[in-house]
């Protein structure tokens, strides 16, 4: 009988993408002039080297999105089909001279300790695609289960929602729009130059110490006094009755961002709400 297959982050394609991707940003974010991690992603995942072919079939059954189990069973039977056809041999010494040009231009126990959101999901991949080649089939199965939930999941679309909140938003007194929830969830990443210093430095530290969570929770933690500090010193030019229970409520609910073991990206950007609704705060106060 064969050994359980070990999922390894140095091996799994879909992983070693992520991690460049997000070294690009902590590069750019650093003034990093080299942009090593934008080079090695070029060279080595593109569409004629193993690594960019295997990438493309991690991504699809990371991004796929089907309501039926049969479907999403027979997805997996053609990236499983497709992923059969590579060159191993090829694949190997460019996964290997991939993790030696990591090596030459960042640490290598950093590079690898960050968070991945979708790690269970990579692992999954991973299991299932070395599994043909071990031959285990409780790894295969399992693995494949995990898959197919995923791909099978449940996709939350929020646009009538959000579109409500913006309409509703529009109606209020101009106080009172300012502590309004839904205008405060704008994609703040897809703006990256409308940000304040203060939503720049958190999203900065973010990237830089996801893999330290101590240091993150120390920096969030406060950051959050800050934050309550400015808007308790708001409460008293506010009038409007409801609004100042409101703003009492935002107050209150910022403790949440304390709480638990490590920062999770939830509490990272209610954060940066917080940070908008100072903001907007300080600009109805400068009139």
Same mark, same amino acid.
């Given at each position: 009988?064969?050994?359980?297959?070990?999922?390894?982050?140095?091996?799994?394609?879909?992983?070693?993408f #992520? +991690? +460049?991707? =997000?070294?690009?940003?902590?590069d $750019?974010?650093n003034?990093?002039?080299?942009?090593?991690?934008?080079?090695i992603?070029?060279?080595?995942? &593109?569409?004629?080297?193993?690594?960019g072919?295997?990438?493309?079939?991690?991504?699809?059954?990371?991004? #796929?999105?089907?309501?039926?189990?049969?479907?999403?069973?027979h997805?997996?039977?053609a990236?499983?089909k497709? =992923?059969?056809?590579?060159?191993?041999?090829?694949?190997?010494? #460019?996964?290997?001279?991939?993790?030696?040009?990591?090596k030459?231009?960042?640490?290598?126990?950093?590079?690898?300790?960050?968070?991945?959101?979708?790690?269970?999901?990579?692992?999954?991949?991973?299991k299932?695609f070395?599994?043909?080649?071990?031959?285990?089939?409780?790894?295969?199965?399992?693995? =494949?289960f995990?898959?197919?939930?995923?791909?099978?999941?449940?996709?939350?679309s929020?646009?009538?929602?959000?579109k409500?909140?913006?309409?509703?938003?529009?109606?209020q007194?101009?106080?009172?729009?300012?502590?309004?929830y839904?205008?405060?969830?704008?994609?703040?990443?897809?703006?990256?130059?409308?940000?304040?210093?203060?939503?720049?430095?958190?999203?900065?530290?973010?990237?830089?110490?996801?893999?330290?969570? &101590?240091?993150?929770?120390?920096?969030?933690?406060?950051?959050?006094?800050?934050?309550?500090?400015?808007?308790?010193?708001?409460?008293?030019? $506010?009038?409007?009755? $409801?609004?100042?229970?409101k703003?009492?409520?935002?107050?209150?609910?910022?403790?949440?961002?304390?709480?638990?073991?490590? $920062? #999770?990206?939830?509490?990272?950007?209610?954060?940066?709400r917080?940070?908008?609704?100072?903001?907007?705060?300080?600009?109805?106060?400068?009139g």
């Open positions: 009988m064969s050994s359980k297959t070990k999922h390894s982050k140095i091996r799994n394609t879909g992983i070693l #992520e +991690l +460049l991707t =997000r070294q690009i940003t902590v $750019v974010l003034n990093d002039k080299k942009g090593s991690a934008a080079k992603l070029k060279e080595f995942f &593109n569409k004629k080297t193993q690594l072919k295997e990438y493309e079939l991690y991504r699809v059954l990371t991004v #796929e999105n089907y309501t039926s189990e049969i479907k999403a069973n997805l997996v039977d990236v499983v497709a =992923r059969q056809k590579l060159n191993n041999s090829q694949l190997k010494r #460019e996964k290997y001279n991939l993790i030696k040009e990591i030459k231009n960042y640490d290598i126990n950093d590079f690898f300790m960050a968070r991945i959101p979708n790690y269970k999901v990579n692992a999954s991949i991973f299932v070395d599994s043909n080649t071990d031959g285990n089939p409780a790894t295969e199965t399992d693995s =494949r995990t898959i197919v939930e995923h791909v099978t999941r449940k996709q939350k929020n646009k009538k929602e959000d409500k909140l913006v309409e509703g938003y529009k109606k007194e101009k106080d009172l729009r300012l502590l309004a839904g205008i405060l969830v704008e994609k703040f990443n897809k703006k990256y130059s409308s940000l304040s210093q203060s939503q720049k430095k958190l999203l900065k530290e973010y990237i830089n110490n996801i893999s330290n969570t &101590n240091s993150l929770k120390e920096f969030v933690e406060t950051e959050t006094y800050k934050v309550k500090a400015k808007l308790q010193s708001f409460l008293p030019k $506010v009038s409007d009755k $409801v609004t100042k229970i703003l009492k409520e935002a107050i209150n609910q910022a403790e949440t961002l304390m709480k638990g073991r490590i $920062v #999770e990206d939830k509490q990272v950007v209610t954060l940066m917080y940070y908008q609704l100072v903001k907007e705060l300080e600009n109805v106060k400068n």
